[in-house]
C-alpha cells in the first residue's frame, strides 16, 4: 500500500537533479542590484577599462604605432608610439624601444628612445627608462632606474587654466618648470607645492 | 695614462681589486641626514648661473628628490648611474692570463656620450671610491671635457677612517645644503684617495676646495 512521505507534500522541484542545494538568501536574490561585497573603486591606471586599449604581453609590434585613444601596453614596441593627447600605460611586461609622444605617461617597464608627452610622466619603482624626457611634470618612485636628460617644458595657455586642478591631482612628486623669468613666476609656485606634497607621501 | 700615474692608482688601491656585482636593486638602508658645506657652494654655483638654462649632470643612482629639487630650480637634469653601469660584464675583456679586464674604451662607447663644455656642474658624489680602477682616471678626463669652463664639480671622498665597509651611498638633496644619505648593499669601496691623489687625479681643474666633514667624508669642490 502506498503510503504518503513527508517530502511529497512540499511542491515539487523544477529541477530534480539539484534538490540539495541551497536556496540562496532571498535578499540576494531579491535584490541582485545590492552587492554583497564592497565594490574596489577602479584605480586610474587600470589596464582593462573599457575606453583603454590594450596590447598584451604576447604581443610585439615593429613600425608606427598611432591613436586617438587611451592605452595600455605590456607587449613589445619597436618604432614610434604617437598617442597625441591621450595616456599611455607601459606594464611591467613592456619593452619599448620607441620615441613616444603621449599627454601622460605611466611606466611600469622598460623604455628606450626618448619621451615628449605634454602632461605627466610617472616613472614607477619596477621602471627602466633609458632616453630623454620632456615633459611638464615628472614623478619617480624610489627604485626607478633613469638614465638620460629630464626637461621641464613651460606650460602652454590651456594646461595654464586647468594648473590648479593638476596641481591638487598630483600625488607624487612633481617637478615643475622653473625658469627665473618673471612671466614663470606663478608656474612656479605651483610646482613648489606639489613638491611639498612628494616630500610629504614619502 | 702614464706609467707613474698607473703606479700612483696601484700604489693606492685599497681593499680588494674586484668587486662584486650588487644584487639587482640592491636593498636599501635607513637614511642619514648631514649638513654638507661643499653642496651648499655648489648649489649657490648653480643659483648665480641665471642667464640661461643650466645643465647638471647626476651620476649617482637616480633619486626622485634631486632630479624636483633641480628642476625645480629651472636646471635641465641629465642622470647616469656610471656605478652600477661599470658593474657590466660586457666591458671587461678577458686578458692573457685568464683575468678579466675593465675596458674604459668600452664603455664610454656606451656611456656618458657628451658633447665637450655641455655641462655647467657635475654631481659625482662618491662614486670616485667604487668604481673600477682602470676607470677612474679616464672618467675624471671625460668630465673635466664634458665641464664648461668656470664649471664645478662635487666630488666626495671617504677618508682612512671610515674604513673599508664604508657603504655606496644614494645622495638625495633635501635642501640646498643638506643631504640624506641612503646606503647601497652590493658595492665595496675599492681604495682610498688621500688629499695628494686627489689633487693629482684632478690637477687638471683650475681650483679644488677641500671640505673635511666629521663623519669621515672629505668634501671636494672642483672649478674647471
Redesign the interface.
Known amino acids: 500500500m502506498w503510503k504518503p512521505r513527508p517530502e511529497d507534500n512540499k511542491p515539487m522541484s523544477m529541477n530534480p537533479t539539484q534538490p540539495a542545494q541551497p536556496v540562496p538568501p532571498p535578499v540576494a536574490a531579491a535584490a541582485p542590484s545590492i552587492p554583497t561585497q564592497p565594490k574596489e573603486t577602479p584605480k586610474v591606471s587600470e589596464p582593462h577599462r573599457a575606453d583603454v586599449g590594450h596590447i598584451g604581453k604576447s604581443v610585439q609590434i615593429k613600425g608606427e604605432l598611432t591613436g586617438s585613444e587611451d592605452l595600455y601596453l605590456d607587449g613589445s614596441i619597436e618604432g614610434t608610439v604617437d598617442l597625441r593627447d591621450h595616456s599611455l600605460i607601459i606594464g611591467p611586461n613592456g619593452k619599448i624601444k620607441a620615441a613616444i609622444s603621449a599627454r601622460d605617461l605611466v611606466v611600469h617597464g622598460r623604455i628606450e628612445g626618448n619621451v615628449t608627452a605634454t602632461g605627466r610622466v610617472e616613472l614607477r619603482k619596477s621602471c627602466t627608462l633609458i632616453g630623454d624626457v620632456s615633459t611638464q611634470r615628472?614623478?619617480?618612485?624610489?627604485?626607478?632606474?633613469?638614465?638620460?636628460?629630464?626637461?621641464?617644458k613651460e606650460k602652454s595657455q590651456p594646461a595654464e587654466a586647468r594648473k590648479p586642478l593638476a596641481v591638487a591631482a598630483s600625488a607624487g612628486?612633481?617637478?615643475?618648470?622653473?625658469?627665473?623669468s618673471s612671466s614663470t613666476a606663478s608656474s612656479?609656485s605651483a610646482?613648489?607645492d606639489s613638491?611639498g606634497s612628494?616630500?610629504d607621501s614619502k | 695614462m702614464s706609467s707613474s700615474g698607473n703606479n700612483l692608482m696601484r700604489w693606492f688601491r685599497g681593499a680588494g681589486g674586484s668587486q662584486s656585482k650588487p644584487q639587482e636593486g640592491g636593498k636599501s638602508a635607513p637614511r642619514t641626514r648631514r649638513t654638507c658645506i661643499g653642496l651648499g657652494e655648489f648649489m649657490r654655483s648653480l643659483s648665480s648661473r641665471g642667464e640661461q638654462k643650466t645643465c647638471v649632470l647626476d651620476l649617482g643612482p637616480t633619486s626622485p628628490t634631486n632630479i624636483a629639487l633641480l628642476t625645480e630650480m629651472g636646471v635641465r637634469v641629465f642622470n647616469e648611474d656610471i656605478l652600477r653601469e661599470s658593474q657590466d660584464e660586457s666591458y671587461c675583456v678577458k686578458q692573457e692570463d685568464g683575468t678579466l679586464q675593465f675596458d674604459a674604451t668600452k664603455f664610454f662607447a656606451e656611456n656618458l656620450d657628451y658633447a665637450a663644455d655641455q655641462f655647467d656642474a657635475i654631481l659625482f658624489w662618491d662614486v670616485a671610491d667604487y668604481l673600477p680602477e682602470s676607470l677612474v682616471k679616464p672618467l675624471v678626463e671625460r668630465l673635466q671635457a664634458m665641464l664648461k669652463p668656470k664649471g664645478h664639480l662635487l666630488a666626495f671622498f671617504h677618508t682612512k677612517d671610515a674604513g673599508a665597509e664604508s657603504l655606496y651611498s644614494r645622495h638625495h638633496i633635501v635642501q640646498k645644503d643638506t643631504l640624506e644619505l641612503e646606503p647601497i648593499q652590493g658595492f665595496k669601496l675599492q681604495r682610498i684617495f688621500n688629499n695628494r691623489h686627489i689633487e693629482n687625479l684632478f690637477k687638471d681643474f683650475a681650483s679644488r676646495k677641500f671640505f673635511l666633514g666629521r663623519d669621515n667624508i672629505r668634501e671636494v669642490l672642483m672649478v674647471r
Open positions: 615628472i614623478v619617480i618612485e624610489d627604485g626607478a632606474f633613469f638614465k638620460g636628460a629630464i626637461d621641464i612628486m612633481s617637478a615643475g618648470s622653473g625658469s627665473s612656479y610646482s613648489s613638491q612628494f616630500l
